[in-house]
Nanobody, 123 residues
Framework: QVQLVESGGGLVQAGGSLRLSCAAS????????MGWVRQAPGKEREFVAA????????TYADSAKGRFTISRDNAKNTVYLQMNSLKPEDTAVYYC????????????????WGQGTQVTVSS
């Protein structure tokens, strides 16, 4: 019902910044709560950040608080993740995800997923 395409990943040094983008199509973007979930090699998918349909509410994993900011532009059908003060442990594939629920912090409850974008942080 909705298609998601992530972009903006890459290789950065520890302490650097990246801005991830997720473009949505095929659905009414404002009807979905959006989130970012990451997965490191050999590990389970881990919730990173989520934002409500209107953008009025956000929530973050403890590991992301104070460093990452999620935002959305419903006019552009796009959600963003600004990542600052990156650490090597942030290295993972980052997925954009959508849900018809108000806000989601459990990865298994998201309904739609993008293909992911690789973020690598060197030490």
């Amino acid at each position: 019902q909705v298609q998601l395409v992530e972009s903006g990943g890459g290789l950065v040094q520890a302490g650097g910044s990246l801005r991830l983008s997720c473009a949505a199509s095929g659905g009414t973007f404002s009807n979905y709560a959006m989130g970012w979930v990451r997965q490191a090699p050999g590990k389970e998918r881990e919730f990173v950040a989520a934002i409500s349909m209107s953008g009025g509410s956000t929530t973050y994993a403890d590991s992301a608080k104070g460093r990452f900011t999620i935002s959305r532009d419903n006019a552009k059908n796009t959600v963003y993740l600004q990542m600052n003060s990156l650490k090597p442990e942030d290295t993972a594939v980052y997925y954009c995800a959508a849900s018809r629920l108000i806000i989601v912090v459990t990865p298994s409850l998201y309904n739609f997923w993008g293909q992911g974008t690789q973020v690598t942080v060197s030490s």
